[in-house]
């Protein structure tokens, strides 16, 4: 179909070469117009051109606007596309011209013909799309005007509003009139204020009444009648903004409801990756929030029964949520179990995990299955051996561990052995290591695995089981493997540290260590111990039963037996089938049946029938003499009786109350108090030495219990009693019962069935005991009174008694302390000196009371003088033996020095004597000699010379006198 098209152009050779193009693609030119034509006939617009093509090739004069004159096409030629040909074009230009109501513009240089087809097509389609937007536009004005949600338009270059809506004149409270004269800024808030949101999409708006409101803005560029604007719908967000406040005022709370929870708190990315942690995930994870941080959960969970993680996590990501159990992957050696619940996309790629520390909980379910299933194993076991082995079954089959050994103690010969084992019999591997292994033992103190537990009475685990030092079964492994291995102390009970066992787990993997599965096998092997002690009673009791040598029989509620041990037919001489066909009333001697029924008549009522005697009947028609217990099954359907042979013991008892009465005869003709309790401090003797002794009658105290009468007669001699019994060893005392106002000794020997006492009354003994201690208690003092030196000797020359001033002497002359032990002295003297004193002391005991002088210089290191003369006399028993020497020695050392110095004078005045009468004599005689001489001589001498010379002869007489008298005095006392 032929097109029709027309051309605005003030250029001809324009006009020309669009005429041209267009003729080419079959479009005719309805006709041509100049660019300022605005005229045009009626019958021109409704031709309707197709195209309108406009050479703009200068857009504007002063007195010509393209944009306008586009507009005016436009509107005039409402269904036509205008196509605008440049010289020049840029997006201001080309906006502009398409805002006027162009569908295209183009460069001269892109109007070609191969292209123009294409840019018609296009124009002509973007003519429809215009078409339809100026219905829009024209919709859209009403969808303005009348929106419920504020428009307006304001000047993209001054903020001042251009066209506003109703609603938006409602919300603000001001009329168009006065939002026209303001700007877009008189509506914002100070941001500096206080509580002000303002971010990328929320302003905070004041309206006229001066509240604050909160609004979204969507704007966008527009041109409103040529000139730039922007278009903006505001939407009312106030109510969202304060919910999300709020919400800012919960998330702070539920933050620290997040940091302070007590279950661990994670959240993780779509891979798994820590994005955040609470306090509580430190605790758990034992480790800082730090190195959680860009962890992944399969760095530091494990699910349980082995789920591979990846599996799990496929799973969480489907369903959306996740519940279960995981092992914490710790760097410490507590294992850990935690209960692991999941939230997906609590925001979208986030997810939230709640982990709670379930690891009591675990281990006691654990150990209740672990139990149930051995209990559930051992029902109809009757044999340690059968319960052993059901235990180690058990056991290995859930741990999944390869070998399960139990090893038990033998106290007696201090070794372990090894009583059960049980192997992964599809693991060829340890059913020939358990084969090989069989009636091991090994003494407390060898090395191996089972004694590190014994001795350390606590777990142990053994990683590289092979090179272990304490392992010696290497030969029966393969040095290839990396074994691991743990061992588990049995308890006797919880409350008790008796170890009854030890538990073995071997694998052939390499096993990290596992507090979880040592913590799980402890808490069982805790129960353990006193299960094994009750198999190993039942087994004991079944072995009872069989080899007793007691008669133990079951009999119905009929008096038949129905099952008997064979001490019974041992005893009796009758066959198990015989017994069967009997009443246990059967074989009763006469006269013994009626009292026996009696009994059996209690036993039948419920009663315990104990110590019951009567004669049994053997096949041989003898009777025996037997003592009975006898004990009602709960249900009432049968008795269990055990009876004893007592035939020998009965004649043996008869002999023994012989005896009794003849001991009881004794006792009571003895002297000395004997007394009788049991146990329970009941007194059962008390004999008539007793009784006197201690002035209680026996029918006081007999069957009474007396620790209260012990305490009232002496604290001393009930703290005696109680010791012996608790101790079980024989005491001995002396003590003073000041109610009696005696004293006695007492010895007191325990046995199995109390106490015997014996008391004896040493009043008398300890009133002379007591005189002589007071007498050599006076002696001591009167000994000690005296600075003399006082000692005896027995015949064996030691030292029995020795006052002060001997021990402080002697002590002074050996240089060290002497007691009565004398061998310390003797030490420090030498032989020739011990010699000398023994023969002192073999004179004196011949009968020879004697005194020496013995100068003790010779013994003391300084050589201080010390003389004493000692004096020895004999010491005579009542028999007038001699026991000893009594010795008194008294020190002469001072007199000695005195008497040496009076010597020393008498020789000094002796000297004097000599002196005056030999020497002062001399010249005294020839004085008198020549005095006699001149005398006698005949010469004539004159009176005053005579008289000198008779007072000289006087003089030398006198003087002759007293030489005389010294020297006589002198010799005198020599």
């Known amino acids: 179909m032929l097109r029709k098209a027309l051309t605005f152009s003030d250029n001809q050779e324009s006009i020309d070469q669009i005429e041209q193009k267009l003729r080419g693609m079959e479009i005719s030119t309805s006709g041509t117009f100049a660019l300022t034509d605005n005229t045009f006939s009626k019958l021109l617009i409704k031709s309707k051109p197709d195209f309108i093509f406009v050479d703009a090739s200068y857009f504007e004069t002063p007195e010509f606007n393209i944009f306008s004159h586009t507009d005016y096409l436009s509107r005039t030629f409402a269904g036509s596309s205008i196509i605008i040909l440049c010289k020049i074009l840029d997006a201001h230009i080309q906006r502009n011209f398409l805002q006027a109501g162009a569908q295209d513009c183009l460069l001269w240089n892109d109007f070609l013909q191969s292209d123009i087809e294409k840019n018609l097509f296009f124009a002509r389609e973007r003519q429809v799309l215009r078409s339809r937007f100026k219905k829009i536009a024209n919709d859209y004005k009403q969808l303005f005007d009348a929106n419920p949600l504020p428009m307006w338009v304001y000047n993209a270059d001054n903020g001042q509003f251009i066209k506003v809506n109703e609603a938006a004149c409602q919300k603000y409270g001001y009329s168009a009139k006065e939002f026209y004269q303001l700007t877009i800024h008189d509506l914002k808030v100070d941001t500096t204020a206080k509580n002000i949101v303002n971010t990328d999409h929320v302003i905070t708006h004041l309206t006229k009444s001066g509240e604050h409101i909160y609004v979204e803005l969507t704007s966008h560029q527009t041109i409103y009648k040529g000139t730039d604007a922007v278009l903006v719908l505001a939407h009312d967000v106030t109510s969202k903004v304060k919910a999300e406040q709020e919400k800012n005022v919960a998330s702070k709370q539920l933050f620290l409801i997040f940091e302070h929870s007590s279950d661990a708190i994670l959240l993780t990315d779509n891979e798994g990756k820590i994005l955040e942690s609470n306090s509580a995930s430190e605790e758990l994870f034992n480790t800082s929030k730090k190195f959680l941080q860009g962890k992944s959960l399969v760095e530091i969970v494990k699910p349980e029964f082995n789920t591979p993680f990846a599996s799990v996590w496929s799973k969480f990501h489907t369903v959306g949520k996740h519940e279960g159990k995981i092992s914490i992957k710790s760097t410490h050696k507590d294992t850990k179990i935690a209960s692991w619940r999941a939230l997906a996309n609590i925001r979208e790629g986030i997810h939230l995990h709640i982990f709670n520390d379930v690891t009591e909980f675990?281990?006691?379910?654990?150990?209740?299955?672990?139990?149930?299933?051995?209990?559930?194993?051992?029902?109809?076991?009757?044999?340690?051996?059968?319960?052993?082995?059901?235990?180690?079954?058990?056991?290995?089959?859930?741990?999944?561990w390869e070998s399960v050994e139990f090893w038990i103690p033998d106290s007696q010969n201090k070794i372990l052995f090894l009583a059960s084992s049980s192997a992964n019999p599809h693991n060829e591997q340890f059913v020939k290591f358990a084969e090989a292994s069989r009636n091991r033992m090994r003494g407390y103190e060898e090395k191996s695995i089972s004694n590190n537990s014994w001795r350390s009475r606590s777990a142990y685990w053994f990683s590289d089981l092979y090179n272990h030092d304490s392992f010696s079964r290497q030969e029966l492994l393969d040095p290839k493997l990396d074994y691991t291995a743990v061992s588990i102390p049995i308890f006797e009970s919880s409350n008790n540290d008796q170890i009854v066992g030890i538990i073995i787990?071997?694998?052939?993997?390499?096993?990290?260590?596992?507090?979880?599965l040592i913590g799980v096998l402890s808490k069982v092997a805790g129960g353990l111990g006193n299960l094994i002690e009750k198999v190993k009673a039942r087994e004991e009791l079944s072995n009872l039963f069989d080899?007793?040598?007691?008669?133990i029989c079951i009999a119905d509620k009929n008096g038949f037996l129905i099952k008997t041990n064979p001490a019974f037919s041992n005893v009796l001489g009758f066959t198990v089938e015989e017994l069967k066909s009997k009443k246990f009333t059967d074989l009763i001697h006469p006269e013994d049946l009626e009292t026996s029924a009696q009994e059996i008549a209690k036993l039948y009522h419920g009663e315990i029938i104990r110590a019951h005697a009567n004669r049994y009947r053997t096949k041989s028609g003898t009777y025996r003499h037997f003592a009975w217990v006898a004990v009602p099954d709960p249900n009432g359907k049968q008795v269990f009786v055990i009876g004893r042979d007592v035939t020998e013991l009965k004649a043996q008892t008869d002999l023994i109350l012989k005896n009794a009465e003849q001991t009881r005869n004794m006792l009571e003709s003895i002297t000395d108090g004997f007394i009788s309790v049991d146990k329970s401090w009941n007194v059962n003797y008390w004999n008539a030495s007793a009784e006197r002794i201690l002035g209680i009658a026996k029918e006081e105290v007999l069957n009474q219990n007396c620790l209260n009468l012990l305490q009232e007669l002496s604290p001393q001699l009930a703290t005696m009693f109680e010791e012996a019994s608790q101790k079980h060893t024989s005491l001995f005392i002396e003590t003073y019962l000041p109610k009696q106002n005696i004293w006695i000794e007492s010895?007191?020997?325990?046995?199995?069935?109390?106490?015997?006492?014996?008391?004896?009354?040493?009043?008398?003994a300890k009133e002379h005991s007591l005189a002589i201690a007071t007498m050599q208690k006076n002696l001591e003092a009167i000994i000690n009174a005296t600075s003399e030196l006082i000692w005896s000797v027995d015949k064996e020359y030691n030292l029995t008694i020795a006052n002060k001033a001997y021990f402080e002497l002697l002590s002074d002359l050996v240089g060290k302390p002497i007691d009565l032990d004398s061998s310390t002295l003797r030490e420090s003297l030498s032989e020739a000196i011990q010699a000398k004193w023994r023969a002192y002391y073999e004179r004196c005991m011949q009968g020879q009371p004697h005194s020496v002088i013995e100068d003790l210089a010779t013994y003391h290191p300084t050589g201080k003088r010390l003389k004493a003369i000692v004096n020895f006399n004999p010491i005579y028993d009542h028999q007038g033996n001699i026991t000893g020497v009594a010795?008194?020695?008294?020190?002469i050392s001072e007199l000695t020095q005195k008497m040496e110095t009076i010597d020393q004078q008498s020789n000094?005045?002796?000297?004097?004597?000599?002196?005056?009468?030999?020497v002062v004599r001399q010249p005294l005689a020839k004085i008198l000699g020549i005095v006699d001489f001149l005398e006698v001589t005949d010469t004539e001498l004159d009176k005053e010379t005579a008289q000198l010379l008779t007072d000289l002869k006087g003089s030398a007489q006198e003087l002759d006198d007293v030489v005389k008298t010294i020297v006589n005095k002198a010799q005198r006392n020599d």
């Open 505 to 516: 787990l071997i694998t052939d993997q390499k096993v990290s260590y596992d507090s979880y």
């Open 362 to 400: 675990e281990l006691k379910a654990r150990e209740n299955e672990l139990n149930s299933r051995i209990l559930s194993s051992i029902k109809d076991s009757f044999t340690l051996k059968d319960t052993l082995n059901a235990i180690s079954n058990n056991i290995r089959l859930f741990t999944g």
């Open 887 to 891: 010795c008194f020695a008294k020190d």
């Open 908 to 918: 000094q005045l002796k000297e004097i004597a000599w002196f005056q009468s030999h």
């Open 547 to 551: 080899y007793s040598a007691d008669l």
């Open 747 to 764: 010895t007191a020997y325990p046995s199995n069935e109390g106490l015997s006492v014996y008391i004896r009354d040493i009043t008398l």
